[in-house]
């Protein structure tokens, strides 16, 4: 359809609106309904936007809508309805085609679009317009809550987007040809709002309490309002100029009469006494032609300097990824009276709206009320209102909502967003370039405003600016800002007026920073340290001897030392031993510990006053227990004391891992992962902070931006010169900037005509010049290295002399260990081991070399490409994307197995990529397959389920489930020890996993280990855990359980107790594997499912075996002994079974199962006393009694039992057989349904055998 020829149904739709007779317009009688048929062709048109293009090359604005709604306002329906139309017609043409189009049709049709909304703007500038828009607005925000209704808010939004629309639309300069101090059509615009009230509108909508929900349309409609307008030429519109302006004005144009009274001096030079056509050729020595020979010039040698090999060459044309960014349009100045209205309305608003509207606008953005990239508004009416208040005498309260630590926070965060979507999305960095440079003016008009407020008069607003600095000095993100804006600028996405902003800001920051550092001695702010693995070639650090000689040896000079000192301390020594961290998240009872160890360290160091005030001030801190001795000791004790604490062997904890700083700027292998952040505090020093610039990442852009220093403002120039000069003359760090082209820009300042309007750069630039001929003079090679941008460590080699070879570098590789390597590397390349490096460090001649040595020597003999190939691979992290093919195997498998009682086991065996439980169970989650993870759980048995209730369970059955293993899954315990990457994920399953063994009551296979092995194991984990410090957790579910075995004996009833950890220290507890690994254990319950949070004491456990439990995590001061330690001596158990009657032999080693045999004989032996009491005077049973009503069990196939105690005591060897089939048939009887029928006459004959065998002995 042809764009220039409008359709046939629009042009009757039009048609049928009215007619524009003179001033008057007369509408037809369907002309409501004419108007809503434009919107619903509107809503249909196609992606040229052809209904739009045909309806502005129709003028339907201009001739109709625009005078019905003047004329014809009081038609409710109609004016609403017409308002809807402009709306619509009035959207920015980007919102129209999303994008400005690439293809010339597209673009064609976009900068069609544009045109008509120009001329719709035009159309808008009248004041009968706004007039009528005023009116109706007015009237209905007269209309309170109760009386205003929907229809009346969807017209007060639709005027505020219609007057925001008509403000957006660009200008187009080449059709307006307007000057400074002329009216634009956005000059008139503006003039058109002030004169019909809408100003005064928009300000009561900004400061109004009830009508809060219109205020991004408001700060949006302001900010376009003032587009085009600097706060620098409001504040000074209408009033007369100043001493300082008339003086920097006069500065400016002396600099240019010298610059042209140098240019035409020279002129005059180089004009020749010779006609032109003597001008003569010369030779130029030395600079050599395209043939051998020197070059012939054939021009006036009063031009040679600007010769070049390059003249007459076709200019080289830079890609468009290189090229430099493009500035934002300039401003223009508006017509006085327009300006003089601006700078009232900025006035009212900064007095009445600007601290109430602020804060609306941010209380949506950090609820996300509002749309995307309404930041930038804000962002923009931060640093323009509170740079006009500071030009137009400064008031702290106008702007108090915005200068705050908050306001820092929430640009500095919004500055890193863009900076991370610059790098990521490619396509619009420009734009995201442009919302980074408005967050950067932002943060610099917050410093000045901040700066502004130490010059206060008022003590109030000069200790609230106090207060700021501290916060902005004190956090490392606010210090470390700058750094990184200036380390990552890249002039083909960031344009110059940003890097301009940008080192204005810091040069602002660093003269608030010294000023501050300057009236304070000490100023402590904020360190982050990074904590990394240590790569496991590291060298360790030389171990103290201790051997008994050396101990005496040391002992007797300390000894010595702490006589003659005659055991009084120096106050320096007293003020700077702190044994006692308060901040630290290191329990009470291991800081306790870390203290005697620090103190046995200084012993071992030979600093005998250092021990012995580290002992007493851990005396004052942990007085109870007199671990460090009493209150009142004696000299003589504290030195036994110290002599004890020497000859200990303390538990040490493991070597703390190197930490390394944030600003070390070292290269690290690829293996060396972050862990954790460590946050803590140093002294500050302004000149280390100052070193943090010497660089030659952010030098360069400095000199980059003094390449333009013609174009530069003084400030700007001094701004650069300022840093500049820290570095050379502050620093003493002047090579830094020996590099040619600096030297080429510092002889353009030179040889500039208008040099004198520059002497600070003037200056500095010879002083650095003249320093490089001093250095060049003693070190020969001074000037090749012009040629390279220089760090720290090549600046200190060329001034203070370069080291000789081999000092200070890594240690070498002979040639035999680089073939030895190279044969290793040969031989084991195609083993496919997971990590190559690890299997070569062993089998090298030499043992100390380290990882990191063996990666870069790979590298270095071209072995490998890079380190990442040699980088370690984590447990459960080789397979991360599933493939179509390994989807439809877990499929398949699933469909196999779902109806097995071990769905997931049965995957995981048969799977061909393995992988760990968690990424299995989150696939068949994201595939559909099952809809919550409990499907996949383990099916339990009914038999199972009734034993795991625990009811009727003996104390040995109890003892025995402390320590049940988990050997037949190996799945979970794979899950459990795998990799850091997927703890979290290991855990959860682990957790899942428990929460069904709870609700099904399933139990595994009873291990054959006695409950005094079982307890010995107990006593090791709680051992362990105490050794991790964390004896107050074990002392406080100690507590629990008593305290829970107290109650269920006092009331009689027993249901589930959560464990619920009050403390930090408890709460890190319960997030620890090992502490969980014992809560298992101990037979507690995890949550069993997403409504629980706790882990819980189930009801079934009993009093006594709640006691028994309690009993096992008493401290134990020394670790366990080994089996073999044990085997040899009499345990508790053996000490009971003597006190009984029952003779053991000490020579004899006892097995497991014999001791578990007499455990339970000594149990049931309990039992008699207290419920049969009355049995001891029946007769025995002879000794060839079998016990036949056993066989009826299942396990009779293994045997007959064999009930003669002294068979269990005595015959070791003849019956180990039987002693074990006795075990097992208790133990399976136990598991069986029908278990209670078959197990208690089995009881009752073998305590009956137990009287008649101390009857015999008697």
Known sequence: MDLLRMNCELLATCSALGYLEGDTYHKEADCLESVKDLIRYLRHEDDTRDVRQQLGAGQIVQNDLLPIIIQHGQDKALFDTCIRLMVNLTQPAMLCFGKVPDDPVFRHHFLQVTSHLQA??????????????????YNLLQLDWEQRQEEDNLLIERILLLVRNVLHVPADPCEEKKVDDDASVHDRLLWAIHMSGFDDLVKFLASAQSEQQWSMHVLEIISLMFRDQTPEALVSAGQARSAEEKQRDSQELEALR?????????????????????????????????????????????????????????????????????????????????????????????????????????????????????????????????AFNRGNGFRADFVSETVSIRAFHFIERNITNYYEMILTDRKEATSW?????????????????????????????????????????????????????????????????YLKDLVESTHLYLRMLE???????????????????????????????????????????????????????????????????????????????????????????RLGPEALGLLRAAREVWPEGDVFGSADVEPDEELELLKQILHADLPRSSAPEPVVEEEDDAAELEEEELETIQVSEKEFNFLDFIKRFASPGIVRPYLLLLKSYSKNTPHTNHCIARLLHRLAVDLKMDALLFQLSVFNLFNKILSDPAAAAYKELVTFAKFVVSRFFSVAAQNNKAYVE????????????????????????????????????????????????????????????NSTRTRRQVVTQLVHMGLVDNAKELKKQKIGTRIVLWTEEQEQELQMLYEEYKDSDDVLGNILKKLTAKRSRARVVDKLLSLGLVSERRELYKKRSRSAHRKSSGNGMTEEEFLEGLTQGFQDDPVDR???????DESDASEEEDEEEEREKSQSGGRRSQSLQSPVEKRADVGTMVWALQQEGMSGPLLWLQNCLNRTADHRKEDGLSQAVPLVPLTEANEEAMDN?????????????????????????????????????????????????????????????????????????????????????????????????????????????????????????????RGKISTKRSRVLDDDEENEDESTNAMDVETNGDADSDGEDVSAPVKRRRKMVLIDEEEDED
């Open 433 to 497: 370039s442009r919302r980074m440079h408005l967050a950067l003016k932002a943060y610099q008009e917050l410093l000045l405003t901040v700066n502004e407020m130490d010059r206060s008069q008022d003590e109030s607003i000069r200790q609230s600016s106090n207060v700021i600095k501290s916060n902005i000095f004190y956090l490392m993100e606010y210090r470390e800002i700058f750094l990184t804006l200036l380390r990552k600028y890249d002039e083909t996405r960031q344009p110059q007026s």
């Open 515 to 605: 000023r501050f550092c300057k009236g304070r001695s000490n100023l402590m702010v904020q360190k982050k340290k990074v904590r990394r693995k240590q790569s496991r070639g590291g060298k360790k650090p030389p171990a103290v001897e201790t051997s008994p000689e050396a101990l005496e040896e040391t002992w007797k000079i300390v000894e010595e030392d702490l006589k003659a000192i005659g055991f009084q301390l120096s106050e320096s020594i007293t003020e700077s031993i702190v044994p006692f961290d308060a901040t630290s998240e290191t329990p009470l009872e291991e800081q306790r510990t870390e203290a005697v160890v620090r103190v046995q360290d200084a012993l071992l160091a």
């Open 974 to 980: 794979d899950d459990e020890d795998g990799g850091e």
């Open 1073 to 1197: 594997k090992s502490f969980r690994r014992l809560l298992r254990k101990l037979g507690m319950r995890a949550p069993a499912n997403e409504q629980e949070s706790f882990w819980r004491i189930p009801a079934e456990i009993s009093v006594s075996q709640l006691r028994s439990a309690a009993g096992a995590l008493s401290p134990r001061e020394e670790e366990p002994k080994g089996e073999e330690e044990q085997n040899g001596l009499i345990t508790p158990t053996e000490e009971n079974l003597e006190k009984e009657g029952v003779v053991v032999e000490e020579e004899e080693e006892v097995s497991g199962e014999q001791r578990a045999q007499a455990l339970r004989a000594l149990l049931l032996t309990r039992k008699r006393k207290h419920h049969t009491s009355g049995q001891t005077g029946k007769s025995p049973v002879p000794e060839s009694t079998p016990v036949e009503d056993t066989e009826s069990t299942p396990e009779r196939s």
């Open 120 to 137: 719709y703007k035009e159309a808008f500038a009248s004041e009968r317009v706004f007039g009528i828009l005023s009116e109706i607005l």
């Open 258 to 386: 010298q610059k042209e009274h140098a240019e035409k001096r020279s002129r005059t030079l180089q004009r020749g006494t010779r006609h032109s056509r003597f001008g003569g050729s010369y030779v130029v020595q030395g600079l050599k032609s395209i043939a051998d020979k020197d070059v012939i010039y054939h021009r006036n040698i009063h031009h040679f300097k600007n010769y070049t090999h390059d003249t007459g060459k076709a200019v080289r044309r830079v890609p468009k990824r290189n090229r430099q960014a493009q500035e934002c349009k300039d401003k223009r100045r508006s017509a006085l009276n327009v300006r003089l209205f601006l700078r009232e309305f900025c006035v009212d608003f900064l007095e009445n709206c600007y601290n109430h509207l602020m804060y609306l606008v941010k209380e949506n953005l950090i609820r996300e009320q509002s749309q995307q990239h309404d930041e930038t508004y804000y962002l923009w009416a931060l640093s323009f209102f509170m």
């Open 786 to 845: 012009l040629l390279f941008w220089k760090n720290v460590g090549a600046v200190r080699e060329m001034t203070e002399g370069y080291s000789r070879d081999g000092e200070g570098k890594k240690p070498t590789w002979t040639e035999e260990e680089e073939e030895e390597l190279r044969k290793l590397y040969e031989e084991h390349r195609h083993s496919e081991v997971p990590d190559i490096v690890e299997t070569l460090l062993p089998l090298l001649s």
